[in-house]
């Protein structure tokens, strides 16, 4: 399985961006999906998963009523809409698939976010 991030930028605190994540192959009930990040000097650390399956979504406490992850099943792709972003949302943001709580089996290249106040 491969996958393919898309869609981060620069953008001024309070703004928005959208992340996608692309999947080569087709995704089963029990795929889970979602969105890590790591900024400069500090470990990757969970953003928000999605279960195929049902659609159940976890978020990390930091981000909670700001980003949204969301999933289509036709284009097997997981989106997440980063709304009012902070600078400490700044990061290399990668998507990640697997059958577990996180994600880890596959992972993407990465794309960077960058948040200025």
């Known amino acids: 399985v491969q996958l393919q991030a898309s869609g981060g930028g620069s953008v001024q605190a309070g703004g928005s961006l959208r992340l996608s994540c692309a999947a080569s192959?087709?995704?089963?009930?029990?795929?889970?999906m979602g969105w890590f990040r790591q900024s400069p000097g500090k470990e990757r650390e969970f953003v928000a998963v999605i279960r195929w399956g049902g659609g159940r979504t976890y978020y990390a406490d930091s981000v909670k009523g700001r980003f949204t992850i969301s999933r289509d099943n036709a284009k097997i792709t997981v989106d997440l809409q980063m709304n009012s972003l902070k600078p400490e949302d700044t990061a290399v943001y990668y998507c990640?698939?697997?059958?577990?709580?996180?994600?880890?089996?596959?992972w993407g290249q990465g794309t960077q976010v960058t948040v200025s106040s």
């Open positions: 990640a698939r697997g059958s577990t709580l996180p994600p880890d089996t596959y």
């Open positions: 192959s087709r995704a089963f009930s029990s795929t889970v």
